[in-house]
């Protein structure tokens, strides 16, 4: 008898060391068995936490598409972490995306799990019996020219069009904004109650360039337990003066990269192959028959017809990078909308090399204009001047 009790405290010794402390996202098997592990050592209401606590980092704290990427996105973010580490975890994700939730509070969001199972509970907070949603647009914030936001609030309604009573609830809920087709951004919250605040869109995170007429369209969805719930509106007007612009592009603003072939202003004609040997043959290159400034002229043209491409084919700049870099809209010269040429001149020449000053007016996709001085490097390139550097002078 001695023998066999000492055995059944030996096997439950050996079932609770093998049980995981922390989370083991070797394979979604191990997971899951590592977060049940973890769990079941938890009194009922901190298990509810955890399983909230996993919920909102699956929802919030990754980037990935579709449950399956998120659940190992998820395992990435929390190998390896003890229960203490996943609650400090989601408070921060909470904190930071406005989740009216805390890992000491009581629990809020019904029955989370985060392993997909939708079946609903005799008590399920989530399985609300709505008809439709509806969707709520309205302006906010000003700022001496008109809104700076819109407030986009979803509300779950019966047939008769009125909210549906309910609270208590952890409704995933995804806004999606788009305009001529194109998304723009994705948020995500959720809905605890028909008092959700819903999303509050600042027109300053929105590029202007990808903006078509001053016009967006939201896409909202709402996953309750039984059915996921999702309305658009089309055509909302957003305030142009207050979406993100980027400012004209400053490349190379402290000095030119010269080449190896630096011309002297003082004596444009010297051979600069080799100024120190005084025996030195110089080189003779195919000499462009353009005149430098012609180049630049053509350049600024190209840029302000939003011809691009060929406005980088007339450069070699290792400082503008690839044709995707230069012609960037919001940080390359695709931002630009039109230039306004005032005066080129020619500043010093050679066969090999010239520097060409200019002075123009930029005018960027928001309508803002900056006037400018640069200074362009260019080099000869079998017989054609291409701009190898480019400077903004005070």
């Known amino acids: 008898m001695k023998k066999f009790a000492f055995l059944l405290i030996l096997s439950l010794l050996l079932f609770t ?54 659940l190992k996105a998820l395992g990435q973010l929390i190998n390896g972490k003890k229960v203490p580490e996943i ?44 008809n439709s949603l509806s969707i709520i647009t309205r302006p906010t914030g000003d700022n001496g020219e008109g809104a700076t936001a819109i407030q986009i609030i979803p509300i779950l ?37 028909n008092n959700f605040k819903g999303f509050n869109l600042k027109f300053s995170s929105i590029p202007a360039s990808k903006v078509a007429d001053n016009k967006i369209d939201v896409t909202v969805t709402v996953k309750t337990t039984a059915k996921t719930f999702k309305m658009s509106k089309i055509g909302l007007d957003v305030n142009p003066s207050a979406l993100k612009v980027p400012a004209p592009p400053k490349v190379d603003s402290t000095a030119i990269t010269q080449d190896p ?27 462009p028959t353009a005149d430098p400034k012609a180049t630049v ?26 044709y995707e870099s230069f012609s960037n809209p919001t940080s390359g010269f695709g931002s630009i909308k039109s230039v306004s040429v005032k005066n080129i001149t ?10 060409v000053n ?32 480019y400077k903004i002078n005070p």
């Not at 098997?29 to 909102?56: C, G, H, R, V, W």
């Not at 087709?181 to 809905?191: R, V």
């Not at 010297?270 to 003779?284: G, L, Q, S, V």
């Not at 002229?297 to 690839?322: H, I, R, T």
């Open 358 to 389: 200019a002075t123009y007016d930029v005018t960027d996709k928001n309508g803002r204009v900056t006037s400018l001085k640069a200074t362009f490097g260019l080099k000869n390139v079998n017989g054609d001047w291409k701009i190898s550097s």
């Open 17 to 70: 060391a093998c049980k995981k402390d922390h989370v083991d996202a070797t394979n979604t098997k191990t997971l899951q068995s590592s977060i049940n592990d973890m769990a079941s050592s938890l009194p009922t209401i901190k298990q509810i936490k955890f399983n909230e606590a996993l919920y909102i980092l699956k929802t919030f704290g990754v980037e990935a598409d579709g449950d399956i990427n998120e």
């Open 346 to 355: 020619t500043n010093a020449s050679n066969p090999n090399n010239a520097s």
């Open 87 to 130: 609650m400090t975890m989601a408070d921060q994700v909470a904190q930071k995306n406005g989740i009216e939730w805390a890992s000491t509070a009581p629990p809020s969001l019904g029955e989370m799990n985060i392993f997909g199972d939708e079946t609903a509970k005799e008590s399920d907070p989530n399985d609300i019996k709505a």
């Open 157 to 193: 309604v019966d047939n008769a069009g009125n909210p549906v009573a309910f609270t208590g609830a952890g409704l995933e809920t995804t806004l999606e904004v788009f305009s001529n087709g194109i998304k723009l951004s994705t948020a995500k919250n959720l809905m605890q109650d």
């Open 261 to 287: 072939a630096v011309i002297d202003p003082n004596n444009p004609n010297a051979n600069p192959a080799n100024p120190t040997d005084p025996n030195a043959t110089p080189t003779t290159p195919k000499q």
């Open 297 to 322: 002229n053509k350049f600024l043209s190209n840029v302000s017809s939003q011809n691009l491409k060929a406005a980088f084919d007339a450069s070699s700049n290792p400082s503008w990078g690839s």
